[in-house]
C-alpha cells in the first residue's frame, strides 16, 4: 500500500514537471525586424488625356502646317522592391522605416484626329505610329516612415501599417516623343509633347495589410498588400503656343498638373528577425 502511494507521488509530480512548460511557456516575441521584399504594380489606371494637340508639319512648302493628335498615359505593371526595418517598442505597435524602388510603368497612346498631311517623310504619322502603345519607364525611388500594428505578437501575425515620406521621379510622365527616319537615311526627333519643367520630386502614401508566418528560429514569410498613394505629373492641357515654335523652335512644353494615382500593389518579403523579447517561462 505504501509503495502504491510513493509511485502515484512519483508520476503526479512526473506528469507536472512535463505539462508544466506546455502550458505556461510562450514563444519568444519577435522585437527588431529587417524585411526583403518584393511585388507586383498592377496597372490599367489613366493618368492623363488630351483629345487635341498641335503638331507641326515640317517641311510644308514654303509655309507651316498642323496635324492634329490625341495624346495619352495609362499606368501599366510594374515591379517593385523594398528595404524596411521594424521595430516594435510596445507589445502591438512599432515604427518602420523603408527604402524603394517602384517601377511606375506607363503605356503612351497617339492617335491622329482627322488626317495627317502628307509629306515626303510622313514623321508626324511615323512617330504616332511609335509612340501609340509605347511602354514608358516610370522608376521612383522612395523613403517613407510611419507606424505598424499587429493584432499578435507570436506565431502568425495580422497586421496593417501606415507609412509616408518623399519620392524621387527619375522619368518624364509627360513627354511624347519619337525618332524617325527621314529622307537620306538620317534620323530625326518628333515632340507631340516636352517635358522641359521635369518635376524630379513628389511625396507618396502607403496604407497597406498583410500577415507573417514563423519560418524558423530568426526569420519569417510576409505577405502584403498595399494602396500606394503619389501625386505624378500630368499635363495640364495643351501645348499651343505655335509662333513659338515656328519663331525659335521651341519644343511643345505643355502647363503643368499633377494628378493623385492610387496605385494597389502586392508584395512578398522575408523577415530576418534581429531582437526577441523573450516568452514568459512560469
Same mark, same amino acid.
Given at each position: 500500500?505504501?509503495?502504491? $502511494?510513493?509511485?502515484?507521488?512519483?508520476?503526479?509530480?512526473?506528469?507536472?514537471?512535463?505539462? $508544466?512548460?506546455?502550458?505556461?511557456?510562450?514563444?519568444?516575441?519577435? %522585437?527588431?525586424?529587417?524585411?526583403?521584399?518584393?511585388?507586383?504594380?498592377?496597372?490599367?489606371?489613366?493618368?492623363?488625356?488630351?483629345?487635341?494637340?498641335?503638331?507641326?508639319? +515640317? *517641311? &510644308?512648302?514654303?509655309?507651316?502646317?498642323?496635324?492634329?493628335?490625341?495624346? #495619352?498615359?495609362?499606368?501599366?505593371?510594374?515591379?517593385?522592391?523594398?528595404?524596411?526595418?521594424?521595430?516594435?517598442?510596445?507589445?502591438?505597435?512599432?515604427?518602420?522605416?523603408?527604402? #524603394?524602388?517602384?517601377?511606375?510603368?506607363?503605356?503612351? +497612346?497617339?492617335?491622329?484626329?482627322?488626317?495627317?498631311?502628307?509629306?515626303?517623310?510622313?514623321? %508626324?504619322?511615323?512617330?504616332? +505610329?511609335?509612340?501609340? #502603345?509605347?511602354? %514608358? @519607364?516610370?522608376?521612383? &525611388?522612395?523613403?517613407?516612415?510611419?507606424?505598424?500594428? @499587429?493584432?499578435?505578437?507570436?506565431?502568425?501575425?495580422?497586421?496593417?501599417?501606415?507609412?509616408?515620406?518623399?519620392?524621387?521621379?527619375?522619368?518624364? &510622365?509627360?513627354?511624347?516623343?519619337?525618332?524617325? !527616319?527621314?529622307?537620306?537615311?538620317?534620323?530625326?526627333?518628333?515632340?507631340?509633347?516636352?517635358?522641359?519643367?521635369?518635376?524630379? !520630386?513628389?511625396?507618396?502614401?502607403?496604407?497597406?495589410?498583410?500577415?507573417? &508566418?514563423? !519560418?524558423? *528560429?530568426?526569420?519569417?514569410? $510576409?505577405?502584403?498588400?498595399?494602396?500606394?498613394?503619389?501625386?505624378?505629373?500630368? *499635363?495640364?492641357?495643351?501645348?499651343?503656343?505655335?509662333?513659338?515654335?515656328?519663331?525659335?523652335?521651341?519644343?511643345?512644353?505643355?502647363?503643368?498638373?499633377? $494628378?493623385?494615382?492610387?496605385?494597389?500593389?502586392?508584395?512578398?518579403?522575408?523577415?530576418?528577425?534581429?531582437? @526577441?523579447?523573450?516568452?514568459?517561462?512560469?
Amino acid at each position: 500500500m505504501r509503495d502504491a $502511494r510513493r509511485f502515484a507521488g512519483i508520476a503526479l509530480a512526473l506528469g507536472a514537471c512535463l505539462a $508544466r512548460p506546455a502550458a505556461a511557456q510562450t514563444p519568444d516575441q519577435p %522585437n527588431l525586424i529587417f524585411t526583403i521584399s518584393g511585388g507586383l504594380i498592377t496597372g490599367g489606371r489613366e493618368l492623363w488625356s488630351l483629345p487635341r494637340q498641335l503638331a507641326i508639319v +515640317s *517641311p &510644308f512648302g514654303s509655309s507651316y502646317a498642323w496635324d492634329t493628335v490625341g495624346l #495619352g498615359r495609362k499606368m501599366a505593371s510594374g515591379f517593385l522592391a523594398t528595404l524596411t526595418a521594424t521595430y516594435y517598442w510596445t507589445p502591438h505597435l512599432g515604427v518602420s522605416g523603408e527604402a #524603394g524602388i517602384f517601377g511606375l510603368e506607363s503605356v503612351s +497612346s497617339c492617335a491622329v484626329v482627322g488626317q495627317f498631311h502628307a509629306t515626303a517623310d510622313n514623321q %508626324n504619322a511615323q512617330a504616332c +505610329s511609335f509612340v501609340n #502603345g509605347q511602354t %514608358n @519607364r516610370g522608376d521612383a &525611388f522612395g523613403l517613407l516612415a510611419g507606424l505598424t500594428y @499587429r493584432v499578435t505578437t507570436r506565431g502568425i501575425q495580422p497586421y496593417v501599417r501606415a507609412a509616408a515620406g518623399g519620392a524621387f521621379l527619375g522619368s518624364s &510622365f509627360i513627354e511624347e516623343a519619337s525618332d524617325v !527616319l527621314v529622307s537620306g537615311g538620317s534620323v530625326s526627333t518628333v515632340y507631340f509633347l516636352a517635358d522641359e519643367h521635369h518635376k524630379e !520630386l513628389t511625396w507618396m502614401v502607403s496604407l497597406g495589410a498583410g500577415i507573417t &508566418f514563423p !519560418l524558423g *528560429p530568426g526569420y519569417q514569410l $510576409r505577405f502584403e498588400a498595399r494602396d500606394l498613394i503619389v501625386p505624378l505629373p500630368r *499635363p495640364a492641357g495643351p501645348a499651343m503656343d505655335t509662333a513659338q515654335i515656328v519663331n525659335l523652335g521651341a519644343l511643345p512644353d505643355p502647363p503643368l498638373g499633377t $494628378r493623385i494615382m492610387h496605385i494597389p500593389t502586392i508584395m512578398v518579403g522575408l523577415d530576418v528577425v534581429l531582437e @526577441r523579447r523573450r516568452g514568459h517561462r512560469y
